[in-house]
């Protein structure tokens, strides 16, 4: 079974960007953009980890993380712009797991996901990637098998690759793959990416002029093929 996250954000942008992040390391989401929406589909999909904004149009986020409280003990990590240490206080006393101010950082948002699932039980093992058919891919051990046997990729091709292949069927731009997979200190150019990308097929492609794995989507950018 996935493992769900809620994300409770009534910033869409803002949700989608943690949305992303969270996809890319093989969470499944639900996002809702008011209280009573995320009320509503927590009791419905049941997450096994709950992001929780805490200034929400409808009710407060300190309200729906009360609810929640009354009967189930899911993480919840709060996310707000109240910065004083007593905010901070007054959230963890309702039952939050951990307290994060904005602005933060994603990749920060993510790691500490993880960790609490972890404190809780959650077997989050089962976050790596899975590919299709002769790919396997180690997240952990940074490696990547093609029939039983390792592929040796540089540094950015595993990068590439691991990154797409979390979301077969998903389109990638040049920019997307340069900010989810690279990071901003990639210094190379967004068309530089084709050129790792041919050598990445090069290397996991029976026939790199006729790709299976890794699909061009023209005027757009790459994606990785859908599970069978």
Request: net charge negative; charged share 30%; aromatic share 6%.
């Amino acid at each position: 079974m996935p493992i769900k996250v809620l994300v409770i954000d009534d910033e869409k942008e803002l949700r989608n960007v943690v949305a992303g992040y969270l996809e890319l390391e093989g969470f499944k989401v639900i996002k809702a953009g008011d209280g009573v929406t995320a009320v509503k589909l927590f009791h419905d999909e049941r997450p096994d980890l709950v992001i929780l904004d805490l200034m929400l149009p409808d009710i407060p986020g300190e309200k729906v993380c009360t609810v929640i409280r009354e009967s189930y003990g899911t993480p919840i990590i709060m996310l707000t712009a109240k910065s004083n240490e007593q905010d901070r206080i007054n959230g963890l006393d309702l039952g939050a797991d951990d307290y994060i101010v904005k602005p933060f950082s994603p990749k920060e948002l993510v790691m500490r996901v993880k960790v609490i699932l972890r404190r809780a039980g959650v077997d989050i093992k089962s976050l790596g990637s899975s590919t299709p058919n002769d790919i396997i891919i180690d997240e952990d051990a940074y490696l990547v098998k093609k029939n039983g046997h390792e592929l040796e990729l540089t540094p950015i091709e595993f990068k590439l690759l691991n990154t797409m292949a979390k979301n077969p069927g998903r389109t990638y731009t040049r920019d997307q793959l340069i900010s989810y997979a690279l990071g901003y200190e990639y210094e190379g150019m967004s068309r530089t990416i084709d050129s790792h990308i041919k050598n990445l097929r090069q290397k996991i492609e029976e026939n790199p002029a006729k790709p299976e794995h890794i699909k061009t989507v023209f005027g757009m950018g790459y994606k990785y093929r859908e599970h069978a």
